[in-house]
């Protein structure tokens, strides 16, 4: 966010934030009328229009190095609400698109809609919800207005639920009558934070907000509520106990683009709550706390996640694990003279972008394999290997992203982040980073080496898997790995719109 | 003390014990109805802070239709007797722990209040006579902060969808069954057929009059909705399917109408939801009255639940 000046004005190309949102909310409007019949063909034009927004912003940000921004309505902010697309924002909203598009490409098997005659109950409510997602998304993204960001975390939360029990068996309405329950107590904190906020300082705008704010009793029992209640949201260690169900329990598409995307939504939330809305609030202390809950659930995660005998709820255990990996750059990136080091928040980013393609490649392979196989037991996968080679070689190279392995944009992410340990002299960190690798390492080899190893008896495929499907898991899996070379040149968008890094000579 | 204030202390113990008993009484049943007594006398603490549309609100939402979905719960899980989880005494004490920490939170907040208490009311009053409306809450709603009310109600139409999402595949596209709220017997029928003429006038005139004083499309539809709902409880209507086109049209008409005039906005005003000068409160009132109709429908069937029987062909 720029934060100079007072006034803040529609850039030349802002409309095109507008255009992110609206486009999404358009397709869930068309798609209640036309009746579920039309709801994937309605996808497939909006989410890759959405792309193609998305896409254009990103350019105009990089190329122009500055941020994009429109008021709505033309009502200035504090009365009006504003949305601001920094380099942040379009980075993730590129890579959230380009996610969901292939999630939609995968879902066409489960939940296409073209051929049936009559509008049936699942693909209805996947594909609007999936629509609602994006826009959700798109509006955590670029906004500017911590209410708006409440609408938009609600959107989130009742596109997500739904999704987690759309098979409707009983042990996923339970996991999505808990994730709900979670998400609420997470918007309520959200909701009750902001009401206080605006008490203190009459404004809801993030800029006008951020040269207001200071540290008193209200501001800081404002920001401990949203942040614990994003924390539940974003399924923190201690407060992840929703997550494995939910995210194991759900439809293979599902699974990804909640594991992949959904969660990223309120972490990014605080990402802007500490460093845009509040800029050098948190204190050491703080950011040691957030620091040890994410080390805290790298390490839980990853344990847990080598104790599961079912492929799904490990990969649904190791989302745990990652979410850990960033909340290191809270202990990273901000520090005690409030200086705000670049590298630690790039680092963050990036490992929320990698991790959403190699987690969404990793969920859809194991729905392949659970397709084909009839279950996802770990013991039993012998032969898989062999059978479905390309799926599993997504679930490898998504497996070798997580570990971060060069090139992949997990290598790069690990390697920002520990740079950023060994520069702040806090190498406690760099110990938990390298510990997680090696964790992640045993159960992806784990699953690798039983998928590779002879079946005990000869393989029976209950299903065939469509090409299309395995490619999609596949192109996700690449960009995974591909994403450490956006080191060469697009990872400075990261930087647009933010004040001056003052440690850049680390470069 | 005034009789005023005497009034008030009663009030506030009033709420403080019956939010008490919400939370200690055993059975779900006289939770609930706890739950609505307390949303009614709070929203009598917002009118005795000045805040009607806060007050209508609350009655309207928090006490009654939130309180209809909550009977409408118990009433369900009596059906099927189920027995509730047994939540254990750590788990009692970490919530206990938990809501004081958020209270302790807030009263710190409270108690150490900025010395100017900053507030965006006067400039809402500068800048509302631009829109020709006469209620600051409808301006903020529909002029300043139109977007995030649009975005609401595509917000209430996920929730209407995710209810839906719970039937059975074979129900889809069929009717919801509103056997678990009551039989019908001889008084809720002449109720039904006493109370929805004044209830309609009452709802409409709650949206037409919230352009210029307390009221608006959230109170008005909630009304409606009450209305309907009663007359399809008491069995003199069936609720409709979900399937049914007319009901998909009346969902979304509200958001339809919002969206288009604030694209519109961008051609004849020069920003996406900006009103063209002169025509902001017309164009308002109309995206009020459609909103009025879409909440009710939304209302009505997500209280009326998810489909239980195929429709009849």
């Known amino acids: ?507 | 003390m005034s009789i005023a204030s005497v009034f008030d202390v009663a009030l506030v113990a009033l709420i403080l014990a019956i939010g008490a008993s919400t939370i200690l009484v055993r059975k779900a049943f006289a939770a609930v109805v706890m739950f609505v007594v307390y949303g009614l006398l709070l929203s009598i603490a917002w009118v005795r802070l000045h805040a009607v549309d806060v007050a209508l609100t609350e009655a309207a939402i928090g006490g009654g239709m939130t309180g209809l979905l909550l009977l409408g719960a118990v009433a369900r899980s009596r059906s099927v007797n189920v027995g509730g989880p047994w939540i254990g005494r750590p788990a009692r004490l970490a919530t206990c722990a938990l809501c004081a920490l958020v209270v302790a939170g807030l009263a710190i907040a409270m108690l150490h209040p900025p010395e100017v208490i900053p507030t965006l009311a006067p400039t809402v009053m500068e800048s509302l006579p631009q829109s020709g409306l006469g209620n600051p809450v409808a301006g903020v709603l529909f002029v300043f902060r139109a977007l995030d009310t649009l975005l609401e109600k595509v917000v209430l139409l996920l929730a209407l969808l995710g209810v839906w999402s719970l039937a059975p595949d074979r129900a889809w596209g069929g009717m919801p069954g509103l056997h678990v709220y009551a039989r019908s017997d001889p008084t809720l029928i002449f109720l039904a057929q006493l109370l929805p003429p004044v209830g309609i006038v009452f709802g409409i005139y709650m949206c037409w009059v919230g352009a210029k004083d307390p009221g608006g499309a959230f109170q008005g539809g909630t009304v409606l909705a009450a209305m309907w709902l009663l007359v399809i409880v008491a069995g003199l209507q069936k609720a409709p399917a979900i399937g049914r086109l007319w009901l998909r049209g009346l969902l979304v008409a509200g958001p339809v109408l919002f969206l288009a005039i604030g694209l519109a906005g961008w051609v004849f005003a020069d920003a996406f939801l900006a009103y063209p000068a002169g025509y902001a409160k017309p164009l308002i009132v109309a995206v009020e009255a459609a909103l009025t109709l879409s909440i009710a429908v939304a209302l009505g069937m997500l209280a009326a639940g998810p489909p239980e029987r195929a429709q009849q062909q």
Request: with cysteine; proline share 5%; hydrophobic share 60%.
């Open chain 1, 1 to 507: 966010m720029p934060a100079a000046t007072a006034l803040e004005a529609t850039t030349a190309d802002g409309a095109l934030l507008v255009l992110a949102i609206i486009l999404p909310v358009i397709g869930i409007l068309l798609s209640f009328v036309l009746g579920g019949r039309y709801a994937e063909r309605i996808a497939g034009i909006l989410l890759p229009a959405g792309l193609g927004v998305a896409c254009i912003v990103f350019l105009k940000a990089w190329h122009s190095e500055k941020s994009l921004s429109y008021i709505v309505g033309n009502w200035q902010p504090p009365l009006g609400i504003t949305l601001c697309a920094d380099g942040l924002s379009v980075a993730m909203m590129v890579a959230m698109a380009i996610v969901i598009c292939l999630i939609g490409v995968f879902a066409h098997a489960n939940f296409g809609s073209r051929a049936v005659s009559v509008e049936t109950r699942a693909p209805m409510v996947f594909w609007v919800m999936l629509m609602a997602i994006s826009g959700a998304m798109n509006m955590i993204f670029i906004s500017g207005d911590l209410f708006t960001l409440y609408v938009a975390l609600e959107l989130l939360t009742f596109a997500a639920v739904p999704l987690v029990c759309l098979d409707g068996r009983a042990e996923t309405l339970q996991a999505a009558l808990r994730y709900l329950l979670f998400a609420l107590l997470g918007s309520i904190l959200y909701l009750i934070g902001t009401a206080l906020l605006y008490g203190s300082y009459g404004t809801l705008d993030i800029v006008l907000m951020s040269q207001r704010v200071h540290l008193e009793p209200a501001t800081l029992a404002a920001a401990t509520l949203m942040t614990v209640g994003l924390f539940a949201k974003t399924a923190l260690f201690p407060l992840h106990l929703w997550l494995p169900p939910a995210h194991a329990g759900a439809p293979a598409a599902a699974s990804a683009v909640l594991s992949a995307v959904v969660v990223k939504g309120s972490f990014f939330l605080i990402v802007r709550l500490w460093f845009d809305v509040m800029p050098g609030l948190l204190s050491v202390a703080g950011a040691q706390l957030v620091g040890a809950l994410g080390a805290s659930a790298i390490i839980c995660g990853n344990v847990v996640a080598l104790r599961q005998r079912r492929l799904k709820l490990l990969i649904a255990y190791s989302t745990v694990a990652q979410i850990g990996y960033l909340f290191l750059i809270f202990p990273l990136a901000a520090d005690p003279l409030h200086l705000q080091y670049g590298d630690a928040l790039t680092g963050g980013m990036l490992q929320a972008i990698s991790h959403a393609t190699a987690k969404a490649a990793m969920f859809m392979a194991a729905g392949l394999v659970y397709a084909s196989l009839g279950h996802d037991e770990i013991s039993e996968l012998g032969g898989i290997a062999r059978a479905l080679p390309m799926t599993m070689f997504a679930f490898g190279l998504g497996g070798v992203c997580l570990i971060g392995l060069p090139p992949t944009g997990g290598f790069l992410a690990k390697w920002l982040l520990l740079e950023a340990t060994v520069a702040t002299a806090q190498w406690w960190w760099a110990i938990v980073i390298i510990a997680g690798g090696l964790l992640t390492s045993a159960y992806v080899f784990i699953v690798l080496s039983r998928a590779m190893g002879a079946p005990s008896e000869p393989l029976t495929l209950h299903a065939a898997v469509p090409k299309y499907q395995e490619v999609a898991a596949l192109g996700l899996a690449l960009l995974s790995v591909l994403l450490g070379l956006v080191a060469l040149g697009p990872i400075d968008v990261l930087q647009v719109g933010r004040p001056e890094a003052p440690m850049a000579w680390l470069r």
